[in-house]
């Protein structure tokens, strides 16, 4: 069975971090293009991040460079979103996926051309 599975979420001060975890199962996460998108209330979902899986190219929206890190741990079968110097802007519900076929750019996560999503792990920023 083919499944994604978010941790790491939370709550957390304006200034603070958390490390968001994408686990996979039943497949091997370092063949395929892995994304983040986040869903806050009353807002459309936004493509976060992502990273390709041939050249490993990174991607970021535009609300996020330079604060927000993805990485592979091949090792563990999961994707790290590391998120610094958080927002109240930032809280929502992160979801991770992945797309079959390779990716490049933020498009297809606001387009969902994607194949396999997870739950979704709820980050709140507040002070």
């Known amino acids: 069975q083919l499944q994604l599975v978010e941790s790491g979420g939370g709550l957390v001060q304006p200034g603070g971090s958390l490390r968001l975890s994408c686990a996979a199962s039943g497949f091997t996460l370092d063949y395929y293009t892995v994304g983040w998108i986040r869903q806050a209330p009353g807002k459309e979902r936004e493509g976060v991040s992502s990273?390709?899986?041939?050249?490993?190219?990174?991607y970021y929206a535009d609300s996020v460079k330079g604060r927000f890190t993805i990485s592979r741990a091949n090792a563990e079968n999961a994707v790290y979103l590391q998120m610094d110097s958080l927002k109240p802007e930032d809280t929502g519900v992160y979801y991770c996926v992945v797309a079959w076929k390779e990716k490049d750019g933020l498009d297809y996560l606001s387009s969902y051309q994607y194949d396999v999503g997870g739950q979704g792990t709820q980050v709140t920023v507040s002070s």
């Open positions: 990273i390709s899986a041939i050249t490993e190219n990174t």
